[in-house]
């Protein structure tokens, strides 16, 4: 299981959307933290290829489209309890073969912004990335919102 992650982690850049959570033994997916946005901080100077972050474009119109589709008729209040594991995969191999790849190149002190819905991720560390004595250091804030249904009508 350990190989296969790092597999995964190295060729898909750890993509996720975030506060659908791997729950249990299996790594059943639930939406357990819905977030409003994602709002990164880099720390620290850092090269480009010192795990920059990842994102694919416009993949948050896919994701709310399918979203929409699997809790349609489900009310919010038990979104939670429903898996999405096979969902949220199908979902994520559509992303990669439709919405392109972008590395975020960012200097300390910079900010970035992704919506809640989009697909995202870190890069594997370059052959020749350089970071200061702290490292690549960068600071992530994800509020939540209070109800569900914000999670998926909201802008």
Known sequence: MAKLFLYWNRTRDGAHIDGLLAIGPDRRRYLKQPHAYVLGIPMADFSTDASPPVIWESSHGVVR??????????????????????????????????????ELQLKRGES????????????????????????????????????????????
């Open 65 to 102: 489209a399918r979203f929409r589709e699997i809790f349609s008729d489900i009310d919010p209040d038990r979104w939670p309890e429903i898996d999405i594991t096979d969902d949220y995969h199908a979902l994520r191999k559509e992303i990669f073969g439709q919405c392109p790849r972008k």
């Open 112 to 155: 970035f912004l992704v919506h809640r819905l989009a697909l995202h991720g870190i890069a594997p560390w370059g052959n020749n990335a350089k970071a200061g004595p702290d490292g690549r250091m960068i600071c992530y804030f994800r509020p939540q919102f209070r109800n569900l249904e914000s999670w998926l009508s909201a802008p």
